[in-house]
């Protein structure tokens, strides 16, 4: 039994100091390896940007349901889903409140706008109320 307690005492040990070794490895070789690169290629990996390719294929992936490919609006699961190809709905929604909308959500439960914030970065969010503009000026 003591014996027993020992070798857990050890294994413990062991294990900790290993952790220990491999963090404090690590933190030396990110320290002594970023500092040549990290002018070039290290400056912004917080924030990449968010191209209208890449906004388009989000707003297929997570949006579409509900906003239709034509951004009119899927009737069916999402019938107070405004038609984005409406060009007189554009104009009377500035960014901030397109944002706002998509960061926190309209209304509430089934069939209502979702929030995204915790889902999509504030990049994402802006280049997707870009692409929301994109319906209507298509349209034309
Ligand atoms: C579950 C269905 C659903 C999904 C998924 C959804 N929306 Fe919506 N969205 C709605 C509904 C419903 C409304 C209208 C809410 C209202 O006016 O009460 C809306 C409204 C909006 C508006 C207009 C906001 C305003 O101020 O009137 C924008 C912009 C928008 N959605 C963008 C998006 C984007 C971008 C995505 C994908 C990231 C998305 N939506 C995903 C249902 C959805």
Avoid: Y
Wanted: charged content about 20%.
């Amino acid at each position: 039994m003591t014996r027993f307690k020992t070798l857990l005492v050890f294994a413990i040990l062991a294990i900790f100091s290993t952790t220990f070794i491999a963090n404090s490895q690590s933190h030396s070789s990110k320290k002594t390896a970023a500092k040549p690169t990290s002018a070039a290629t290290e400056a912004k990996p917080a924030a990449p940007a968010v191209t209208p390719e890449v906004a388009k294929q989000i707003f297929q992936k997570r949006c579409v349901v509900c906003h239709g490919a034509d951004g009119k609006g899927n009737k069916t699961i999402a019938p107070k889903a405004p038609d984005f190809s409406d060009a007189k709905w554009q104009a009377r929604h500035k960014e901030a409140v397109l944002i706002n909308a998509v960061s926190n959500g309209i209304g509430q439960g089934k069939g209502s706008m979702p929030s995204w914030k915790k889902v999509l970065n504030e990049g994402e969010i802006k280049a997707l109320v870009a692409h929301v503009r994109t319906f209507a000026k298509k349209q034309k």
